[in-house]
T-cell receptor, first 114, second 115 residues
Framework: AQTVTQSQPEMSVQEAETVTLSCTYD???????LFWYKQPPSRQMILVIR??????QNATENRFSVNFQKAAKSFSLKISDSQLGDAAMYFC???????????FGKGTKLTVNP | SQTIHQWPATLVQPVGSPLSLECTVE??????LYWYRQAAGRGLQLLFY????GQISSEVPQNLSASRPQDRQFILSSKKLLLSDSGFYLC????WGSGSTDTQYFGPGTRLTVL
C-alpha cells in the first residue's frame, strides 16, 4: 500500500523568508499524482499545488513551488516570501492514477512569525 | 464556477443517536464524490466514494454508511453514533473523464462531537 510521510510535525518561518516542507512517499507505481493541500484554522482543505509524476518539470503556483525527485520519491514544497496568511497545516497527498483514493501524510504545522 | 456545501457546520450528538451529514456540489455534473474523516492531529482518511447516483464504495467498514440520492448530493449517515465517530468530516468532489485533472476539491467540513 502507498504511504506518505511528512517528517516535520512543525515548522516556523519569519515573514518574507522562505521555508521548505518535506514529503516522501512509497509506491511501486509509475502513474500517479502528488498534491499539497493547506488547511488553515477554518479547517477547509485548500489545494496549493499539483504535480503529475510523468512531468519532469517542477510545478509552480506564484510563491509556491515543489521540488519533485521521482527516483528519491521526494516531493517538497517551497514557500517563498512567506506571509502571515500562509500559517496553516500543510498536507502532502498521493493519488495513484485510476484510483479514487487520496493518501495523506499526517501534516506539518507551519507558523509564520511577524 | 463550482462550489461545494456541507451542513451542518458543527454538530454535537449523544452516543447512540442517528446521524445525517449532507454535501452538495454546484456548477458541475456527474462529479465523483468523497467522504473523508479527520481525527484530531491526523491526516484524512477516505471513508466512502461515489462515481454515480446510487453507487457507493466503502473504504473502511465501520458504523457509518453513505448514499447518493441525486447527482450532486452525497449523504453520510449512521443509525447509532459511537464516541469514536467524533471528528471532522470533509466532503470532496472531482471531475471524471476528459478534462479531469485528478484533483479533489474539498468542502468546508462538519465538526462532529459525540458525547
Amino acid at each position: 500500500a502507498q504511504t506518505v510521510t511528512q517528517s516535520q510535525p512543525e515548522m516556523s518561518v519569519q515573514e518574507a523568508e522562505t521555508v521548505t516542507l518535506s514529503c516522501t512517499y512509497d509506491t511501486s507505481e509509475s502513474d500517479y499524482y502528488l498534491f499539497w493541500y493547506k488547511q488553515p484554522p477554518s479547517r477547509q482543505m485548500i489545494l496549493v499545488i499539483r504535480q503529475e509524476a510523468y512531468k519532469q518539470q517542477n510545478a509552480t503556483e506564484n510563491r509556491f513551488s515543489v521540488n519533485f525527485q521521482k527516483a528519491a520519491k521526494s516531493f517538497s514544497l517551497k514557500i517563498s516570501d512567506s506571509q502571515l496568511g500562509d500559517a496553516a497545516m500543510y498536507f502532502c497527498a498521493y493519488n495513484q492514477g485510476g484510483s479514487e483514493k487520496l493518501v495523506f501524510g499526517k501534516g506539518t504545522k507551519l507558523t509564520v512569525n511577524p | 464556477s463550482q462550489t461545494i456545501h456541507q451542513w451542518p457546520a458543527t454538530l454535537v450528538q449523544p452516543v447512540g443517536s442517528p446521524l445525517s451529514l449532507e454535501c452538495t456540489v454546484e456548477g458541475t455534473s456527474n462529479p465523483n464524490l468523497y467522504w473523508y474523516r479527520q481525527a484530531a492531529g491526523r491526516g484524512l482518511q477516505l471513508l466512502f466514494y461515489s462515481v454515480g447516483i446510487g453507487q457507493i464504495s466503502s473504504e473502511v467498514p465501520q458504523n457509518l454508511s453513505a448514499s447518493r440520492p441525486q447527482d450532486r448530493q452525497f449523504i453520510l449517515s449512521s443509525k447509532k453514533l459511537l464516541l469514536s465517530d467524533s471528528g471532522f468530516y470533509l466532503c470532496a468532489w472531482r471531475l471524471w473523464g476528459s478534462g479531469s485533472t485528478d484533483t479533489q476539491y474539498f468542502g468546508p467540513g462538519t465538526r462532529l462531537t459525540v458525547l
